[in-house]
Each structure stands twice: as structure tokens, then as C-alpha cells.
């Protein structure tokens, strides 16, 4: 765990690491609620009101608190090569053969990214991912990957043409592409097809950021989700807009 705690100040928000099981825990409750209450995702802590995983001890929880009532209202967790390495895999080789993309060097994974309803503003979510990415900065990271989630609830077709859009104007280099274990099918969209849809909000983040989208996506079951995997070389970071991530005021 990272020595310094304290990632990221906002007079409405603190950004800081996970400082004990029970700030773990908060998060992981929080967890649940977004993923199986409010998405209707069947995960593992389905009878504990937890989400808790395997990864999760093998990886550094970024807290969102709202000082205001010292509560935890958003999360990411970020897991090292070493530490993926110890395990055996990184969270997205359950879902992708990551190819030569494994071989990167600085390589860190971003996963498990939630906001409480009550504060899933704009703000929120730039003072948090400020707070990664002063985190990944901080432990030497080069690159980063991590999967962008589409729910497919409302409109399968839609999805794959938002995935086939995005994997078309933000591909990544061929020797990075990856293969989903089990693909979701895209659609590319026809010129008289219908008005394209709006991206998710972290995933246009992160396509400004710079990400590459590494290929087809992949089903994921237990969320219904089309998940895409994302790398961003820390390099080619767009300075002026993590400058204005960061201020996120």
C-alpha cells in the first residue's frame, strides 16, 4: 500500500487509499449496492450485501469520502503486474486473452470504478479519477488498462454499434489488440442507420484522455454488460485535460 494517503482535496470531496479492512469493506459494500442493487448484477456477495472478489486483497482501494459525513461514496481499485503476477492474472484475462498487451512494461489495471448516486456528478468523478491518476503517477506506472462496461438492458444493437464506433476510431496499435474468452457482437453503423448514441461518461473520459480501445468486446454475463478493454500509455497523457481533472473544482 502506497505511504501517502491523502490522493486528492476538493472542498466537497477527499481522494485517499484504503487505510483499514473496514474502509475495504465500505467500499465493497458500496460496491454492492451499484453493481447488484442498483444494476441487478448477480456477483459473489450476493447474500452479504458485499461485493468481494479474489482481487480485491491483491490490490490498492481508492476512496472517494464525503467529509462532510465521513462517509465513502466512490471507489476504484488498482492492481500492480507484481500483484497480478502473485495471483496468477489480472481481472481482465477472465475476460480476455490480453495478448501481447500483458507484456507492457509499468503495467497496472483500474477496475471496479463506482459512484453513490447521491453525489454521481461531474465533480465526483473528476476528483476521483484525479486522485488515480495521481496514484498510478506515483507508483511508476507506464500503462494502464481496464475494462469500460456498456449495459446492454435497453438496446443490445445500439451497444454494438457504440462498440464498433469506438474500436474503429480509437484502435489500439495491432501488436496491442485482445480477444474476449466470449465476444458481444458489434454492428457497424450504416450512413442512413439511426442517430448515434451517447458514450457513457467514463468512457468518453477516458477516450480523452487518450485510451485505446484493444479490440472487439466481450460478454460479461453476470453484469450484462459489453466490456471493452481500454489502455492508456501514461505518455501520451493529454496534459492540459489531466491538468483540468485534477483542479476538478
Not at 203 to 213: E, F, K, P
Not at 227 to 238: G, H, I, R, S, T
Request: hydrophobic share 40%.
Amino acid at each position: 500500500m502506497t505511504a501517502d494517503p491523502a490522493l486528492e482535496r476538493d472542498p466537497r470531496f477527499v481522494v485517499r487509499l484504503a487505510r483499514s479492512d473496514e474502509d475495504v469493506r465500505a467500499a465493497q459494500r458500496l460496491r454492492y449496492r451499484v453493481f447488484a442493487e442498483e444494476m441487478g448484477a448477480r456477483i459473489e456477495g450476493d447474500a452479504t450485501g458485499i461485493d468481494e472478489d479474489e482481487f480485491d486483497d491483491f490490490c490498492d482501494h481508492i476512496l472517494l469520502v464525503d467529509p462532510a459525513r465521513s462517509e465513502i461514496v466512490g471507489t476504484y481499485r488498482v492492481m500492480s503486474a507484481e500483484s497480478a503476477a502473485e495471483l496468477g492474472h489480472f481481472y481482465s484475462e477472465t475476460e480476455f486473452d490480453l495478448g501481447g498487451v500483458r507484456a507492457l512494461p509499468g503495467l497496472f489495471e483500474l477496475g471496479r470504478a463506482c459512484i453513490a448516486p447521491s453525489v454521481r456528478t461531474g465533480i465526483a468523478i473528476a476528483t476521483l479519477m484525479a486522485g488515480v491518476a495521481q496514484h498510478l503517477r506515483s507508483e511508476g506506472c507506464r500503462y494502464v488498462i481496464g475494462t469500460s462496461s456498456l449495459s446492454v438492458r435497453e438496446n443490445a444493437a445500439e451497444v454494438g454499434r457504440i462498440c464498433a464506433r469506438v474500436a474503429r476510431d480509437h484502435p489500439s496499435p495491432p501488436e496491442l489488440r485482445v480477444k474476449p474468452h466470449l465476444p458481444f457482437a458489434t454492428q457497424e453503423e450504416a450512413d442512413s442507420g439511426p442517430r448515434r448514441g451517447r458514450l457513457p461518461g467514463l468512457l468518453r473520459a477516458y477516450l480523452r484522455l487518450g485510451a485505446y480501445v484493444c479490440g472487439e468486446p466481450a460478454w460479461d454475463a453476470a453484469f450484462r454488460t459489453a466490456d471493452l478493454l481500454l489502455l492508456l500509455d501514461m505518455k501520451k497523457f493529454d496534459g492540459r485535460f489531466a491538468d483540468r481533472l485534477q483542479r476538478a473544482a
